[in-house]
């Protein structure tokens, strides 16, 4: 009786991974602020979930990072306080911004934002920024910069 009860549990969690793609296993939602320095790196799942916001903190995006966004979502650097994104690709490894679609359209999520409290010294170097914007606003946005 133990034995099968063991089988059980087995069989249910063999299950419920199987069902998950590996994809979704992998996934970090990144969401809400970004208060302490963080670096996003290559080889990561990384999905934008709403309005994030990089304030009192550097984020440093690794050369060959892809960034997911949901529908809607953006990025904003330096809205509340102080803060840098050093985005520098290279030629052989871009960053890529781009839609958690599968099938997405241009204006799939708003875009990324650098504020008044973005600091100078703030780089894109060999970055590409795919299926953002709104009616109001552009993939890339400086306001008070």
Same mark, same amino acid.
């Given at each position: 009786?133990?034995?099968?009860?063991?089988?059980?549990?087995?069989?249910?969690?063999?299950? =419920?991974?199987?069902? $998950?793609?590996?994809?979704?296993?992998?996934?970090?939602i990144?969401?809400?602020?970004?208060?302490? /320095?963080?670096t996003?790196?290559?080889?990561?799942? @990384?999905i934008?979930?709403?309005?994030?916001?990089?304030?009192?903190?550097?984020?440093?995006?690794?050369?060959?990072?892809?960034?997911?966004?949901?529908?809607?979502?953006? @990025?904003?650097?330096?809205?509340?306080?102080?803060?840098?994104?050093?985005?520098? &690709?290279?030629?052989?490894?871009?960053?890529?911004?781009?839609?958690? =679609?599968?099938?997405?359209? &241009?204006?799939?999520?708003?875009?990324?934002? =650098?504020?008044?409290? /973005?600091?100078? /010294?703030?780089?894109?170097?060999? $970055?590409?920024?795919?299926?953002?914007?709104?009616?109001?606003?552009?993939?890339?946005?400086?306001?008070?910069?």
């Amino acid at each position: 009786m133990k034995l099968s009860g063991i089988f059980t549990t087995a069989a249910i969690f063999a299950a =419920l991974l199987t069902s $998950c793609t590996e994809d979704e296993l992998d996934q970090i939602i990144i969401e809400g602020s970004i208060t302490t /320095n963080t670096t996003w790196e290559a080889g990561k799942n @990384l999905i934008i979930r709403g309005d994030v916001y990089i304030d009192n903190a550097a984020l440093t995006i690794q050369p060959g990072t892809t960034i997911r966004f949901e529908n809607g979502a953006s @990025l904003s650097i330096g809205y509340y306080n102080a803060a840098s994104i050093i985005a520098n &690709g290279t030629v052989d490894k871009p960053i890529i911004f781009t839609s958690a =679609l599968d099938n997405p359209i &241009g204006g799939a999520w708003k875009g990324i934002f =650098l504020y008044s409290n /973005n600091s100078a /010294n703030s780089s894109f170097k060999y $970055c590409q920024v795919k299926y953002a914007g709104t009616n109001d606003y552009g993939s890339l946005n400086i306001d008070g910069t």
